[in-house]
Nanobody
Framework: QVQLLESGGGLVQAGGSLRLSCAASGRTFSQYAMGWFRQAPGKEREVVAT????????YYADSLKGRFTISRDNNKNTVYLQMNSLKPEDTAVYSC????????????????????WGQGTQVTVSS
């Protein structure tokens, strides 16, 4: 098991940027596939981006490609989500998720595959 703590959320104007961080406990972070997901009020949780434990595979929701970037620093046990050109429709609670994986290239986009979740951080984009 790994514990996850997100930070970096807040209020930003449309067109602005935020960088979310997800710090993980545990010595095996480098073996965890990681993902960022979001949930807006009244909507289902959806994938934002995922990254394999090796960092060689990333996945992005089609609507977010080119604006969001996921990365990880295994030395710091942290995964990041850089969000640029934010839009009001990006407003949501953003959560990071993790799962131990034996596959260096695996970065599933399905929320149910992940078995460790953070509490989430609110991102609000004003128009």
């Amino acid at each position: 098991q790994v514990q996850l703590l997100e930070s970096g959320g807040g209020l930003v104007q449309a067109g602005g940027s935020l960088r979310l961080s997800c710090a993980a406990s545990g010595r095996t972070f480098s073996q965890y596939a990681m993902g960022w997901f979001r949930q807006a009020p009244g909507k289902e949780r959806e994938v934002v981006a995922t990254i394999s434990w090796s960092g060689t595979t990333t996945y992005y929701a089609d609507s977010l490609k080119g604006r969001f970037t996921i990365s990880r620093d295994n030395n710091k046990n942290t995964v990041y989500l850089q969000m640029n050109s934010l839009k009001p429709e990006d407003t949501a609670v953003y959560s990071c998720a993790a799962r131990l994986s034996s596959l260096a290239w695996s970065a599933p986009a399905v929320p149910s595959w992940y078995d460790n979740w953070g509490q989430g951080t609110q991102v609000t984009v004003s128009s």
